[in-house]
């Protein structure tokens, strides 16, 4: 068995069924083994578009992406992709051909470091540089990716090891880690995480995306039911509960819910699960709810007091803790009076609602709003980067369990369009709705190929401001209106381009239009395509201006002096 | 504060590169780092001296201890260690001040291990303090050149 064939029965027996890549010269021997496998493989029209789809994949089952470029400028074309799985927390098998193991070093034709180059933005990353280190490399590498804390991981193969024979009368035993246990388990925290819940007047639940990596809707939703206890959510943790659920109050940080980001700061004891506490979410670490206990909850040990103060850190998978925790809140009998609370936050919702003017122009949450009401809650939801991400996260309530994919961490324009594609590979028979902007769809639009072969119910909405969005608010509001580079003046006609591609399309330019033509796009089969032209300068708000605290929050919601004087 | 780490990895390639970029990347500063294999031939031992108060050095170990090659993270800043720096010196030492030389490479019980016609190499072990004492006795005489190792540190009695 030659190193190729090794590997493809090794993804066999992993349970993959669909990979995502693109062939080249240092790959042509897996491709030769590949091409007779029982391996779904889906050629992208770029590495950058198979890295996406197979995180989008990834994301939307929970199983770890595959994906294979071919040495140098198919591997780098990788790294943003792979970058962004890294700050996502998002399993990931990266699979590269590298020269020959002579050429290493010498500048061969189509050589890059890719193993060097992905060392910051991977979990690990191997070059495998000796055929009896295949096998244990790639056990390792998918116990690497697919445990702990989630993430990339990229093996690297000379072409020569695709070629090489493996020794396959030798066992190969499994690794054996030798690191040893960490304290502030679970088991010596717990006693006082109950102490200090029981004493909360106001108690917060923060639901980061370690909730959804670690499949724990059904136990925080069992906790919500016996507790009561209000959730808000990270942008990662978005549909953790499904956000239908009263106790569900949305999403915090920058551009939070009004009604959640008041909750956060006015909480007494924040209980975060999953969550890093990115700058996104706290603005300036010193300034975040200091009168607030917190108890942050994460399986990676290193997030733990990284960029905030904790009172009681615990290293804990989000699953396990839940279980553990409502099972010891039961056995004492412990429950919560806080209809106080509750009042408080209702009133924070009654008065300060989402909202928008929906005439004369076209609003681009006008069209969300729409697709939410019609589509609901039973499709995925999939978004790029910029304005339109922070309507859909606004705007539209996702059912929970893997149901909102979007690039959190890194921001990834263009990751949109490739991710609803592997996302509708990994959920067949399941409608993906993506909401994409003229800027992020044009960085991957290549991939509009791809998605009209394989005929995948996706339906695209392009929320077309003819402008970078978010970088026209920050021009706008922190640069005196100095829109230097962020508009577009030329724009292709996406309606045209999509049916040079046998996409079908169609066009939204009066709000009295968006009923009909949503219904329209959601009734058909297959892909399509609805170009939105929304108003050009409508604003994402509320907003809390970075370094800012949770209740400062720019927007209509500013003139309301009440929100600006909590603290 | 000075930290001490004494950090076992496994003996891989690029596990030095994967130690050095993180710092880098995080922006903490190594102030030295020596590297070698330990007693098993499959674990080597990075010792790093990093500057950095408690919250510094709990990231620093945490981020270490997260790198799939790193074994164990170890803070010994505070423990009863032997601790040993290695230092070559080449000094000016013309005749009439050899003599004088020779009596503080003496007194520290340093070695000479090469002796030119105008000047002396001479080779010091010992903690930081040490080498400092070695290298501000012998900076009259005028040094042209000085290299020294990172330390290297180990806890004292039984472990």
Redesign the interface.
Known sequence: MNGAQYIVKFLENKGVDVVFGYPGGAVIPFYDVLGRSSLRHILTRHEQGAVHAADGYARATGKPGVCIATSGPGATNLVTGIANAYLDSVPLLAITGQVGLDSIGRDAFQEADI??IT??VT??SY?VKDMKHLPPVLE?AWN?ATTGRKGPVLIDIPKDIFMGSVDLTKAYPGITT???NHKNGLENQLPKIMACLTEAKKPLILAGGGVIASQAWEQLLQLVRYTNLPVVTTFMGKGALPENHPACLGIVGMHGLPAANLALSECDVLLAIGTRFSDRVTGKPRNFIPHAQIIHVDI???E???NIRTDIPVVCDGQKFLVHLLKALKEANICFQIEDWWSEIKNWQKKYPMKYEKCPNLKPQHVVEEVANQAGDKVIVVTDVGQHQWFTAQYYPVGGKRSFISSGGLGTMGFGLPAAIGASLGRPGEMVVLFTGDGSFQMNIQELATLAQLQLPVKIFILNNACLGMVRQWQELFFDRHYAHSLFNYNPDFVRLAEVYGIKALKITDPKEVTGVVAQALRTSGPVIVECMVESGENVFPMVPPGGRPNEMLGRWQDEAHISRIS | MRHTLAVLV?NH??VL??VA??FA?RGYNIESLVVGETEDKTVSRITLVVEGDE?VI??VS??L????????VNDITNEETVERQLLLLKVAADPPVRQEIMQIVEIFRCRIVDIGRRSLIIEATGDEEKIQAIIKSLQPFGIQELVRTGKVAMVRGQK
């Open positions: 193993m060097g060392m910051p979990k690990h070059l390792e690497v030798r690191k040893g990676d040990p290193a733990l007091c990284k | 496994e390639p690029g590169s994967r970029g993180l990347r919250k709990e990231q945490k981020q201890n997260k790198q799939v090659d790193v074994i164990k």
